[in-house]
């Protein structure tokens, strides 16, 4: 202890003293003011970034679930306009089908009487046609076979045996 | 796993310490007797007739004091200005001591360099210093206001402190809060500083008006810690006046920073029976006394013990003279100025940790106990 004492040195304690008091003031001013609040701005900076960071990724999931629901519902609408229209072609094919049946069976109905018209129309002239036809036949042979007596009397002779055998 | 290597480096560390200080002992002896010789042939002094052992030893003795003069190597050294108040100021430059070997002489006074401390003493013309009984100087010492080495390494080191910081201060503006240039090295530190010593110890209430001296007395004693591994030799954190300065500095931060609660709890404790209180008063008085003064030992004794145990192993390499021991004592040498490496860290966290608990404590409000 007395060794310290003597060892002890005013003059370097004043030094110190002043010294350091004068390199804390000038720190203070020079270095670590500026330091602490440039550093403490930086980390409020970092700290305001993240969090904007957070809230931007929470807003993209946002708008992505948004874009999703968005998106399943065209989805489905897509589909449900498609089975509509599947049905619609369905329903148009068949009727379409059906009518075309009906019209078909009309036309052949149709078809059937104006043939059965023409056939009988047919017939009639046939027939008409026919009786005139055997008329002239019958007038030409009547002609032809009265231009000669005898002949005359034997067709109506053949002509009475047929009656009778009728 | 931080914590346990720290403490495993601090007992071996105090170990250290008490293997120096008994060395430091066994040079006490041995110097009074130096003493009492030098001071008989003063005038003709000088140490050729030493053995190397005893020329070491004066080595590391001369080394661990302040010195009025710069030496580099060898006989290379430069002479400070010397600053004494003795009923007016005297200055002179160190250069007229020729080393403390010879009296100088300013304005009628006559003054010489003691070699027992080092300190300049008052003397006649012939330079002569008396010791009394204990060994000690008797002259007249006046106020030694000198820019000795360590005040210059002080300055230095300032100076340094401030051109690194203030470029760091200065480099945020610049460069968009991104730190630039040689003090972003240290910036992690200023924040560790921040982060794991000053708002843990004090509270994220009160500790900015503390960082100041805090990161300063860190930096200050790391970096000056730092110088004397250089082979400057300079010693300074290993004198007391510097480590008083700034355990005082400490003491009376944390007083006159101090709020009601903590007068309260050195005074009449609360949540102990009234007896208690009254003994308590004075053991938490003394306790405030006790902690700025354990400041000031720890870190004079670690760094001195540091330089003594240092110089001294680096001093046998020079004893040993044989093909083993010197690279012997040179590994060890190598390996324990690592340690002081560490070590001139450890002791500025320590003093710094230790300062903020202080304040912290001084700081604090208790809810109740």
Same mark, same amino acid.
């Given at each position: 202890?007395?060794?310290?004492?003597?060892?002890?040195?005013? +003059?370097l304690?004043?030094?110190?003293?002043?010294?350091?008091?004068?390199?804390?003031?000038?720190?203070?001013?020079?270095?670590? +003011?500026?330091?602490?609040?440039?550093v403490?701005?930086r980390?409020?900076?970092?700290?305001?970034?993240?969090?904007e960071?957070?809230?931007?990724r929470q807003?993209?999931?946002?708008?992505?679930?948004?874009?999703?629901?968005v998106?399943?519902?065209a989805?489905?609408?897509?589909?449900?306009l498609?089975?509509?229209?599947?049905?619609?072609?369905?329903?148009?094919?068949?009727?379409?089908?059906?009518?075309?049946?009906v019209?078909?069976?009309k036309?052949?109905?149709?078809?059937?009487?104006?043939?059965?018209?023409?056939?009988?129309?047919?017939?009639?002239?046939?027939?008409?046609?026919?009786?005139n036809l055997?008329v002239?036949?019958?007038?030409?042979?009547v002609? +032809?076979?009265?231009?000669?007596?005898?002949?005359?009397l034997q067709?109506?002779?053949?002509?009475?045996n047929?009656?009778t055998?009728? | 796993?931080?914590?346990?290597?720290? @403490?495993?480096?601090?007992?071996?560390?105090f170990?250290?310490s008490?293997?120096?200080f008994a060395?430091d002992?066994?040079?006490?002896t041995?110097?009074?007797?130096?003493?009492?010789?030098?001071v008989?042939q003063?005038? @003709?002094?000088?140490n050729?007739e $030493?053995?190397l052992?005893?020329?070491?030893?004066?080595?590391?003795?001369?080394?661990l004091?302040?010195?009025h003069?710069?030496? &580099?190597w060898?006989?290379?050294?430069f002479?400070?200005?010397? &600053?004494?108040w003795?009923?007016?100021l005297?200055i002179? #430059?160190?250069s007229?001591?020729h080393?403390?070997?010879?009296v100088?002489e300013?304005?009628?006074?006559?003054?010489a360099? #003691?070699?027992?401390?080092?300190?300049?003493?008052?003397?006649?013309?012939?330079?002569?210093?008396?010791l @009394?009984?204990?060994?000690? =100087? !008797?002259?007249?010492?006046?106020?030694?206001l000198?820019?000795?080495?360590?005040?210059?390494?002080?300055?230095?080191?300032?100076?340094?402190?401030?051109?690194?910081?203030g470029?760091? !201060?200065? #480099?945020?503006?610049?460069?968009?809060?991104i730190?630039?240039?040689p003090?972003?090295?240290? =910036?992690?530190i200023?924040?560790?500083i921040?982060?794991e010593?000053?708002?843990?110890?004090?509270?994220?209430?009160?500790y900015?008006?503390?960082?100041?001296?805090?990161l300063t007395?860190?930096?200050?004693i790391?970096?000056?810690?730092?110088?004397?591994?250089?082979?400057?030799?300079?010693?300074?954190?290993?004198?007391i006046?510097?480590?008083? #300065?700034?355990?005082i $500095?400490t003491?009376?931060?944390?007083t006159?920073?101090?709020?009601?609660?903590?007068w309260?709890?050195?005074?009449w404790?609360?949540?102990?029976?009234?007896?208690m209180?009254?003994?308590?008063?004075?053991?938490?008085?003394?306790g405030?006394?006790?902690k700025?003064?354990?400041?000031?030992?720890?870190?004079?004794?670690n760094?001195?013990?540091?330089?003594?145990?240092?110089?001294?192993i680096?001093?046998?390499?020079?004893l040993?003279k044989?093909?083993i021991?010197s690279?012997?004592?040179?590994?060890? !040498?190598f390996g324990?100025?690592?340690?002081?490496?560490?070590?001139a !860290?450890l002791?500025?966290?320590?003093?710094t940790v $230790?300062?903020a608990?202080?304040?912290?404590?001084?700081?604090?409000?208790?809810?109740?106990?």
């Amino acid at each position: 202890m007395d060794k310290l004492l003597n060892e002890f040195s005013v +003059g370097l304690f004043i030094w110190q003293t002043l010294l350091f008091l004068a390199l804390l003031f000038l720190l203070r001013k020079f270095a670590w +003011g500026p330091i602490l609040s440039a550093v403490n701005e930086r980390e409020e900076g970092i700290k305001n970034a993240l969090a904007e960071a957070e809230k931007a990724r929470q807003e993209m999931l946002n708008i992505k679930s948004d874009n999703d629901k968005v998106l399943k519902e065209a989805r489905a609408e897509r589909d449900a306009l498609l089975k509509e229209a599947r049905e619609m072609k369905e329903t148009m094919i068949s009727d379409a089908k059906e009518e075309a049946q009906v019209q078909a069976n009309k036309m052949i109905e149709q078809a059937k009487t104006a043939i059965a018209n023409e056939k009988s129309a047919a017939i009639t002239d046939m027939k008409n046609e026919m009786g005139n036809l055997s008329v002239s036949i019958a007038e030409k042979v009547v002609k +032809g076979e009265l231009s000669d007596k005898n002949k005359q009397l034997q067709l109506i002779e053949q002509l009475l045996n047929e009656v009778t055998l009728n | 796993m931080y914590r346990k290597l720290l @403490n495993f480096l601090s007992i071996f560390i105090f170990i250290f310490s008490l293997n120096s200080f008994a060395q430091d002992h066994g040079h006490d002896t041995h110097k009074k007797e130096e003493n009492n010789h030098k001071v008989e042939q003063h005038t @003709n002094s000088h140490n050729k007739e $030493l053995t190397l052992k005893e020329q070491i030893k004066e080595d590391i003795r001369h080394h661990l004091l302040d010195s009025h003069d710069f030496h &580099i190597w060898q006989n290379i050294s430069f002479p400070l200005p010397i &600053i004494l108040w003795d009923n007016g100021l005297h200055i002179f #430059s160190s250069s007229k001591f020729h080393h403390g070997e010879s009296v100088a002489e300013s304005k009628g006074s006559y003054y010489a360099i #003691s070699h027992g401390n080092g300190h300049i003493y008052k003397t006649d013309a012939s330079g002569a210093i008396h010791l @009394n009984e204990k060994g000690f =100087e !008797a002259n007249e010492k006046p106020l030694d206001l000198s820019i000795t080495k360590s005040v210059a390494m002080i300055m230095i080191t300032g100076l340094l402190l401030l051109l690194l910081f203030g470029g760091l !201060a200065k #480099s945020y503006a610049k460069n968009g809060g991104i730190g630039k240039g040689p003090g972003r090295l240290l =910036e992690p530190i200023v924040l560790y500083i921040r982060d794991e010593i000053a708002i843990p110890n004090i509270g994220k209430k009160y500790y900015k008006k503390y960082m100041n001296y805090l990161l300063t007395v860190f930096f200050f004693i790391w970096f000056v810690n730092l110088f004397g591994l250089t082979p400057l030799g300079v010693n300074i954190t290993g004198n007391i006046a510097i480590t008083f #300065s700034l355990a005082i $500095l400490t003491y009376l931060i944390t007083t006159f920073t101090a709020k009601k609660d903590y007068w309260k709890h050195i005074f009449w404790m609360p949540g102990v029976p009234v007896p208690m209180k009254i003994i308590l008063a004075p053991i938490e008085l003394l306790g405030t006394f006790i902690k700025p003064f354990a400041l000031m030992i720890r870190l004079y004794a670690n760094m001195k013990a540091g330089h003594v145990v240092l110089m001294s192993i680096i001093g046998l390499m020079f004893l040993f003279k044989s093909w083993i021991g010197s690279p012997l004592s040179f590994g060890l !040498a190598f390996g324990l100025s690592i340690l002081e490496l560490l070590v001139a !860290a450890l002791q500025a966290y320590i003093f710094t940790v $230790l300062s903020a608990l202080y304040f912290g404590s001084a700081a604090e409000e208790h809810a109740d106990h």
